[in-house]
């Protein structure tokens, strides 16, 4: 399909739209379905009219530089080509406008951080990328809510889980996937040698109910007592919930609450979100069979950064974005690799749209 023929297509489905929820004959089921639709053709649909008046008065233009008039001729050709040099950068915007959206760039999200390699070290660098994470949750004005920490005793965290809700929170989240690397000179080194370790760290899109469906026959559940770091007891009733889904192996384990409905409901919710992900990535990689250029993939094993603090960097080994200011990016001030990451995602679709 021609770039202006899916440009009429937008346009005929959001006139057709609009007609629908003015008649008010669309249930109320699927009414908020196509007035979301219609609010996100809107700005889509005013950029295309942009586009043809900007086309029409170019139109305009080129008549009045063969006219008579000599002063009227020398206004039209700088207009026209001030005009002419805009539509490309018109055009591109328009196309990335029209790049599928991700179905769970508006979803709330499941973050883990978990220590790799590197032993108390990777647990201390695990517990400051899930503070990062946090701060950069309060600076967006998102809601974060730790659902479960596993603590070394140290100050460490061998893992933690947090569900970030608000606007967008999956979208800026994404890239996020991967293998993190921390290069500094533990406390505990005498001799003052950079050490090298590693956190994981997963974002998943939280899913609704709708979204996977969970059947009874498919879990076993198995109740047991918490304990905390060393065996220190936690509670003195068997609250633990450790949920198995037996289909695909995937196991959620909760104990950070005292009630045992709500060990389960947490786990449930990292459970629909670890078997959402499971599947998109799935689809993803049928997807992404042909495509060369990812950002990304998600892939938790892919080393995704670097922080190096004894040269105060922290480098984006995907994009080759290197920040000079490890401090403020420890504080969650995030949004400049957040932002390359995105606009080089789009980047990347757009060149594979020709």
Do not use: C
């Amino acid at each position: 399909m021609s770039f202006d023929a899916s440009l009429d297509k937008v346009v005929f489905r959001y006139r057709e739209l609009g007609d629908i929820l003015s008649s008010g004959t669309a249930d109320s089921k699927s009414l908020a379905k196509l007035s979301k639709e219609y609010s996100d053709l809107g700005p889509v649909v005013a950029s295309i009219e942009t586009l043809a008046k900007a086309k029409a008065e170019m139109l305009e233009l080129e008549a009045l530089r063969s006219g008579d008039d000599a002063e009227m001729r020398a206004m039209a050709e700088q207009e026209f080509f001030v005009l002419k040099a805009r539509l490309p950068e018109m055009e591109r915007d328009l196309q990335a406008m029209l790049l599928p959206k991700d179905a769970a760039d508006e979803k709330n999200a499941i973050l883990e951080v978990r220590a790799g390699t590197g032993g108390d070290e990777a647990a201390l660098f695990a517990s400051q990328l899930f503070r990062m994470y946090q701060r950069y949750a309060q600076l967006r004005g998102w809601r974060f809510e730790v659902m479960e920490i596993g603590e070394t005793g140290l100050g460490g965290y061998r893992d933690a889980t947090a569900n970030i809700s608000g606007a967008g929170v999956f979208a800026r989240l994404k890239f996020e996937s991967g293998v993190h690397r921390v290069q500094r000179v533990p406390q505990t080194e005498a001799s003052g040698r950079i050490h090298t370790s590693t956190a994981t760290v997963a974002v998943l899109p939280e899913a609704e109910e709708v979204d996977v469906q969970i059947e009874e026959k498919d879990l076993r559940i198995d109740i047991f007592r918490s304990s905390g770091p060393g065996g220190q007891s936690v509670n003195t009733t068997d609250s633990a919930v450790r949920i198995t889904h037996l289909p695909t192996g995937i196991v959620v384990q909760q104990q950070d609450e005292k009630s045992q409905h709500k060990n389960k409901a947490k786990a449930m919710k990292i459970l629909r979100a670890r078997i959402y992900e499971a599947e998109r990535a799935r689809t993803d990689a049928l997807r992404a069979a042909d495509r060369k250029g990812q950002v990304g993939s998600g892939d938790r094993s892919e080393r995704i950064r670097t922080y190096n603090f004894p040269q105060g960097r922290v480098s984006d080994h995907r994009i080759n974005l290197t920040i000079y200011e490890i401090d403020k990016v420890m504080e969650g001030e995030l949004d400049r690799f957040v932002d390359a990451l995105i606009a080089e995602d789009r980047a990347a679709k757009l060149a594979e749209l020709g």
